[in-house]
């Protein structure tokens, strides 16, 4: 069984800075693909960006040069650095890992981002 922590959100202003950590622990397998999603109030969850367990990255268009998704492997954690926050990312920010069969989740962390 894997369980997953989200930490590090909050209420910023627009413009700010936050970063986000997903900290995993049970059974960790070498290969995997962590992701992060969110949901706004309303709206589907929607995938933010993802790094498998060689840290090769994808982000969604929306994030593309705002957002960096980084890996610890030692630490089995993954991070979410968000730059240039704007409101309309005002979201539960949310922890995936998928690891041979299964799929597993955070609890959501929010992020508010204010005008």
């Known amino acids: 069984q894997v369980r997953l922590v989200e930490s590090g959100g909050g209420l910023v202003q627009a413009g700010t800075s936050l970063k986000l950590s997903c900290a995993a622990s049970?059974?960790?397998?070498?290969?995997?693909?962590v992701g992060w999603y969110r949901q706004a109030p309303g709206k589907q969850r929607e995938l933010v960006a993802s790094?498998?367990?060689?840290?090769?990255?994808n982000y969604a268009y929306f994030v593309k040069g705002r957002f960096t998704i980084s890996r610890d492997n030692t630490k089995n954690t993954v991070y979410l650095q968000m730059n240039s926050l704007r409101p309309e990312d005002t979201a539960l920010y949310y922890c995936?890992?998928?690891?041979?069969?299964?799929?597993?989740w955070g609890q959501g962390t929010q992020v508010t981002v204010s005008s």
């Open positions: 049970g059974s960790i397998f070498n290969i995997n693909l």
């Open positions: 995936n890992l998928k690891q041979r069969a299964s799929d597993y």
């Open positions: 790094i498998t367990s060689a840290s090769a990255t």
